[in-house]
């Protein structure tokens, strides 16, 4: 919902409907491909974009689950840590550049610890609590103390 009030500044104006039916269909990467495009965005171009992306999921897991299912049990079971090491992907570029995202990350490793084995909170509100909680924390110390990327 947050997704589809930030882009409503971007928007044309249009048909409360068109604008309802394009917001159900707004994602992450459908958002910030939208964001980040010069100017507006009208109807016709979220349609096309959201279309796109729906259909690459469609077909795209599809071919992930045929070639899946044809690997061998070990290298299937594997794959259950495949997600979590892209994310380590993305994170460490970033770590070696902001040193904001160390402190970030690091805070959230630590709530999160302490809101699972501590507090013994579900992992959901765990992770969740501990993302709000570290992110208004280095916002917060970033603020008072500069921009927290020396």
Known sequence: MSLSASLSEKAEPDAFWKKALYAFGITDETFSVAAMKEGTVNASYMFGLIAMAYGSWVVNSGIGHAVGASLPE???????????AMFIGLL??????????????GLSALFNSIGTFVLHLSKGWSIVLATLLSAVIV??????????DE
């Open 74 to 84: 070990s290298l299937q079971e594997s794959m259950s840590i495949a997600l979590y």
């Open 92 to 105: 460490v570029p970033a770590l070696k550049k902001q040193r904001k995202i160390v402190w970030l990350a």
């Open 139 to 148: 916002q917060w110390l970033a603020k008072e103390g500069g921009n927290g």
